[in-house]
Nanobody, 124 residues
């Protein structure tokens, strides 16, 4: 059973920065798993934010391009999401996920394994 654990969420003021992390219990490079960050605000559907392939290629939602950066340390089985210039509309529960040979990088159905989430709150 693959396990994922997010950490690093918290509260920040608008314009601030935050980095959240996700540790996964498998070597995503060797196992050919892509990693994604998703978020879900109250009353809204879960949406893809950023994704990274085993080879390091990345994808971002339009709403976060230029502000968020996804990265990974394969030796530590950890993926990060650095979030800059945060806005109140970025407030959500953030989830990381892992999927095998993901084609559509920001679609939730592509991912098999999910963490429990970490809350990010941005105040104005």
């Amino acid at each position: 059973q693959v396990q994922l654990m997010e950490s690093g969420g918290g509260s920040v003021q608008s314009g601030g920065s935050l980095t959240i992390s996700c540790t996964v219990s498998l070597n995503t490079y060797k196992r050919r798993h892509s990693m994604g960050w998703f978020r879900q605000a109250p009353g809204k559907e879960r949406e893809g934010v950023a994704a990274i392939d085993p080879d390091g290629s990345t994808n971002y939602a339009e709403s976060v391009k230029g502000r968020f950066t996804i990265s990974q340390e394969t030796a530590k089985n950890t993926v990060y999401l650095q979030m800059n210039s945060l806005k109140p509309e970025d407030t959500a529960m953030y989830y990381c996920a892992a999927g095998y040979l993901v084609a559509s990088k920001l679609d939730t159905y592509e991912y098999n394994y999910w963490g429990q989430g970490t809350q990010v709150t941005v105040s104005s």
